[in-house]
């Protein structure tokens, strides 16, 4: 099982600030398959970006996503009050399909 | 617009069996897409279940495969969830979900508003 691991745990950030959230994997995953998702309180995850850097339908271009092998960052490049929530990779590229624990980006 | 809705019992015993449904709407369930099911405890992160394809192909969790089961029903466009054995630590949010894959992506893009499960007596 591939395992995932996000840092921050918790990112505390103004609006207006660059967020940058880090995905770590155990073993070597194909950036095709590494997604992020946004997770609000009471609502279902949101995917963001997928295949590490394509934006998915409808997000705002201020979300941008890198990384490869093991190393993965997604970056929001001036924080907008609707940004703050959790944060969430996914890997695909081998079953069990894990999430990592997410990061919670915080108002300072 | 592709729609997926979770339903079931809100309380179930413990050592009983969870069981949710998810219909699915503005999609066929015989296209080319996994089904999936991933669940999240309260306040915690999220864990993928398992899934199924329309044709009856699945693939579980190694963690929970000894207690679930993922079926579909194409006349009923659903797709549903079976977990046997729970305990407390099954409380959970469950959602339904549609992930699509190409032989250079892989994403699930549409997700039901989730459904809380809790285990008690």
């Known amino acids: 099982e591939i395992v995932l691991t996000q840092s921050p745990g918790t990112l505390s950030l103004s609006p207006g600030e660059r967020a940058t959230l880090s995905c770590r994997a155990s073993?070597?995953?194909?950036?095709?398959?590494l997604a992020w998702y946004q997770q609000k309180p009471g609502q279902a995850p949101r995917l963001l970006i997928y295949?590490?850097?394509r934006r998915a339908t409808g997000i705002p271009d201020r979300f941008s996503g890198s990384g490869s092998g093991t190393d993965f960052t997604l970056t929001i490049s001036r924080l907008e009050p609707e940004d703050f929530a959790v944060y969430y990779c996914?890997?695909?590229?081998?079953?069990?399909?894990?999430f990592g624990q997410g990061t919670k980006l915080e108002i300072k | 617009q592709v729609q997926l809705q979770e339903s079931g019992p809100g309380l179930v015993k413990p050592s009983g069996t969870l069981s949710l449904t998810c219909a699915v709407s503005?999609?066929?369930?015989?296209?080319?897409?996994?089904w999936s099911w991933v669940r999240q405890p309260p306040g915690k992160g999220l864990e993928w279940i398992g899934e199924i394809y329309h044709g009856g192909s699945t693939s579980y969790n190694p963690s929970l495969k000894s207690r679930v089961t993922i079926s579909v029903d194409k006349s009923k466009n659903q797709f549903s969830l079976r977990l046997s054995s729970v305990t407390a630590a099954d409380t959970a949010v469950y959602y339904c979900a549609r992930r699509l894959f190409s032989s250079s992506w892989s994403i699930i893009d549409y997700w039901g508003q989730g459904t809380l499960v809790t285990v008690s007596s």
């Open positions: 503005g999609a066929s369930i015989s296209s080319s897409s996994w």
């Open positions: 996914q890997q695909f590229g081998s079953s069990p399909y894990t």
């Open positions: 073993q070597s995953v194909s950036s095709s398959y």
């Open positions: 295949g590490a850097s």
